[in-house]
C-alpha cells in the first residue's frame, strides 16, 4: 500500500482536521480518519479502524498535555475510563476481526448517527435551558405595578 504525493497531502489534512476536532470537541480521530481512510484511500473498514486506533495516539496525548496546561484534565476520571477503554477494545477488537467488512461498516455508520443525534440533542437542550430566566424565588419583582 504505497501512498502518491496527493494522497500524502490528504492523509494530512485528514489529519489536520481530526486534530482541530480533537482540540475543539475532544471527539475520536475515528470519526474523521475512517471515512477518509474508506472512502478516499480505499481502505477497509477493519483496517481503516486499525489505522485510525494507531493514528489517534499522538492526538490524544498531546490534546491532554495541552488541556492539562489549563488544568482541565480529570486525571482520575481519565485513567478510570482509560482502563475500562483498553479492556474493552481487547474485547471489541476481536469482534471486529470476526465480522464481514459491511457489517462492520453499517455498524460504525449507526454509531457515528446515535453519538451526533444525542449530541445535538444535548446541546439543544443546553441552548433552551439557558435562554430560559431564571425564576424569582425571592418574592421580589421588578415590576413597578407590583409590590
Known amino acids: ?16 482536521a481530526a486534530g482541530v476536532l480533537s482540540g475543539l470537541f475532544g471527539v475520536g480521530g475515528g470519526i474523521v480518519f475512517v471515512p477518509v481512510l474508506v472512502l478516499l484511500f480505499s481502505f477497509g473498514q477493519l483496517d481503516a479502524q486499525a489505522t485510525s486506533l494507531a493514528a489517534i495516539i499522538p492526538v490524544a496525548v498531546i490534546g491532554a ?3 492539562s496546561g489549563e488544568e482541565l484534565v480529570n486525571w482520575r476520571a481519565a485513567a ?3 482502563f475500562g477503554a483498553a479492556v474493552g477494545v481487547l474485547g471489541g477488537a476481536e469482534i471486529a476481526t ?3 467488512d459491511a457489517t462492520l461498516s453499517r455498524i460504525f455508520g449507526v454509531v457515528v ?11 439543544t437542550r443546553r ?3 439557558q435562554r430560559r430566566p431564571e425564576p424569582d424565588l425571592s418574592g421580589a ?3 413597578p405595578r407590583r409590590p
Open 1 to 16: 500500500m504505497t501512498l502518491e504525493l496527493a494522497s500524502l497531502a490528504i492523509a494530512a489534512s485528514a489529519g489536520i
Open 65 to 67: 498535555w495541552r488541556q
Open 80 to 82: 478510570l475510563m482509560g
Open 98 to 100: 470476526r465480522l464481514p
Open 113 to 123: 448517527v446515535l453519538v451526533a443525534g444525542e449530541m445535538l440533542i444535548s446541546a
Open 127 to 129: 441552548l433552551r435551558a
Open 141 to 143: 419583582s421588578d415590576d
